[in-house]
């Protein structure tokens, strides 16, 4: 498989409307949202919609991506369920006789690792920070009961699994001719939030804690501060070449870098403004967030954040 034609492209944060939430299933033949594509030689992933989790993506609407190490293949997220887990395993067998070794979970979020059903039965490892696990336990069984009422029959054989395997800031993991750094950089978008970094290629797997076709969720209770501070001081310091978001294409570090903390800064600048103002909560849900419209997902979750962000700062 070559890799992706149009990286180039891609990487000067050309071709927007890739990540469009008006495009259809882009592989209808597989539970896949997506065909795998190789973003460097042996590093692959199936780009998942941006758009919210449905029945017609599968819940695919994540990154589910996978490196072949010349003995064996760690998988980056085990999916948000055991039929898309399993796709994803018939991709990896298309591309390599490699056995799957190690599945690393990015988060405690459903499409991170209700697939993990699928990792287990055949008997491999699955890594994930604990803070993770811990929302995998507490929050687990919410989050089957969401794909089940998205995924109906495609959440087929789903059952809630934690990783097997903890870490708390780092795991360092060889495997054939692939050094892996398996990173805990702070606090950002949710609780254990696991970043692969891999120094030989420059290239990171970053999960949610970088943006860039989609708008950057803001959970309840979130730390904005802490997430601009983990981004500037623990991932930015990396200068990775190369850089797959935990949503959307492939990309650089420049794209992340405007449209996570460019993002979060400027929200926190309008909040700001309008606690400064006197403003109240009622209000703070409507400051001008129109430069970011572009972004997939803006109308589901601008108010959101605005509000979760003034919540945040009011007590700052």
């Known amino acids: 498989m070559k890799p992706i034609a149009a990286m180039g492209l891609i990487l000067a944060g050309a071709l927007p409307a890739l990540g469009s939430e008006d495009i259809a299933d882009q592989y209808p033949q597989s539970e896949l949202y997506s065909k795998p594509v190789q973003v460097i030689p042996n590093v692959y992933s199936a780009i998942g919609a941006t758009a919210p989790p449905t029945y017609e993506n599968a819940g695919h609407n994540n990154n589910l991506s996978f490196v072949v190490t010349g003995d064996g293949v760690v998988v980056v997220n085990g999916g948000a369920s055991y039929r898309l887990a399993r796709a994803l395993h018939d991709e990896i067998r298309a591309v390599t006789d490699q056995p799957v070794r190690l599945v690393i979970d990015e988060n405690g979020q459903g499409h991170a690792f209700l697939g993990n059903s699928y990792w287990a039965e055949q008997g491999v490892d699955i890594l994930a920070h604990a803070d993770a696990i811990h929302e995998m336990e507490t929050e687990g069984h919410q989050e089957l009961m969401n794909i089940q009422r998205t995924n109906r029959d495609r959440a087929e054989g789903t059952t809630v699994v934690p990783a097997n395997l903890s870490f708390e800031d780092r795991h360092e993991l060889t495997m054939g001719d692939v050094r892996f750094e398996i990173l805990h950089l702070g606090p950002s978008h949710g609780p254990g939030d696991t970043q692969v970094w891999i120094p030989q290629w420059s290239l990171m797997i970053a999960g949610d804690i970088a943006f860039h076709e989609r708008m950057p969720p803001i959970f309840e209770g979130a730390c904005t501060r802490c997430w601009i501070e983990t981004f500037e001081t623990g991932f930015m310091p990396l200068a990775p070449t190369y850089v797959i978001p935990g949503h ?3 990309t650089n570090l420049a794209m992340v870098e405007i449209g996570t903390i460019g993002y979060l800064k400027d929200l926190r600048a309008k909040i700001g ?4 103002d006197g403003g109240d909560l009622a209000d703070a849900y409507y400051v001008d967030q ?27």
């Open 273 to 276: 403004a309008h606690i400064e």
């Open 290 to 316: 129109s430069n970011w419209a572009h972004l997939d997902t803006f109308e589901e979750l601008a108010t959101k954040n605005a509000g979760r962000v003034y919540e945040e700062m009011e007590w700052e």
């Open 248 to 250: 959307g294409h492939p």
